[in-house]
T-cell receptor
Framework: DAEITQSPRHKITETGRQVTLACHQTWNHNNMFWYRQDLGHGLRLIHYSYGVQDTNKGEVSDGYSVSRSNTEDLPLTLESAASSQTSVYFC?????????????FGPGTRLTVL | AQTVTQSQPEMSVQEAETVTLSCTYDTSESDYYLFWYKQPPSRQMILVIRQEAYKQQNATENRFSVNFQKAAKSFSLKISDSQLGDAAMYFCAYRSGVSGTYKYIFGTGTRLKVLA
């Protein structure tokens, strides 16, 4: 069965370190998204990609970067982790075109920055 | 820019009863899609139901149904015969129907408690 996976599921790091969160999908979806979830804010879009070599900033992109070298993967990098980036991170994918069927989500990564 | 508002941070319902979660949105577009997602304590986001704006008929999935009022920009979720497993965060989401635009905009969520 097709799926979307994230790794690691839990991560503790120190302020200033570079951290990369992995996202891998086997749906063959063109569109991939990274969100962070914080209490009272719902899901906020960090970055998204509509295809290989395409990346776009979301509403809370400062301090984060992504790259898309193939269809399956969209890793999220925190260049220099800050305590404000402690959050739960979700990766999602969706198909292009009309008839939106919704996004498929990974299980999430809980990141703690000390 | 589009926005999605869920004005009820928390709701409670007695088991077997019916509850309605509210969602309003703001858009100038005529073609779009609306969704309700469920997030149980496991954190996994699960699609509950979807509605296409051009369809007047309200979507239904088993015990879950929506009341879609396009003119009022309202998209509420009704859960009938509530079960303990329905306890979760529920998020309303919007996606534009404009070609080439695939971002989803989420509300802040409503936490549903189901009382035994």
């Amino acid at each position: 069965d097709a799926e979307i996976t994230q790794s690691p599921r839990h991560k503790i790091t120190e302020t200033g370190r570079q951290v990369t969160l992995a996202c891998h999908q086997t749906w063959n979806h063109n569109n991939m998204f990274w969100y962070r979830q914080d209490l009272g804010h719902g899901l906020r879009l960090i970055h998204y990609s509509y295809g290989v070599q395409d990346t776009n900033k979301g509403e809370v992109s400062d301090g984060y970067s992504v790259s898309r070298s193939n269809t399956e993967d969209l890793p999220l990098t925190l260049e220099s982790a800050a305590s404000s980036q402690t959050s739960v991170y979700f990766c999602a994918s969706s198909e292009s075109g009309g008839g939106a069927r919704g996004q498929y989500f990974g299980p999430g990564t809980r990141l703690t920055v000390l | 820019a589009q926005t999605v508002t869920q004005s009820q941070p928390e709701m409670s319902v007695q088991e077997a009863e019916t509850v309605t979660l509210s969602c309003t949105y703001d858009t100038s577009e005529s073609d779009y899609y609306l969704f309700w997602y469920k997030q149980p304590p496991s954190r996994q986001m699960i699609l509950v139901i979807r509605q296409e704006a051009y369809k007047q008929q309200n979507a239904t999935e088993n015990r879950f149904s929506v009341n879609f009022q396009k003119a009022a920009k309202s998209f509420s979720l009704k859960i009938s015969d509530s079960q303990l497993g329905d306890a979760a965060m529920y998020f309303c989401a919007y996606r534009s129907g404009v070609s080439g635009t695939y971002k989803y905009i989420f509300g802040t969520g409503t936490r549903l408690k189901v009382l035994a």
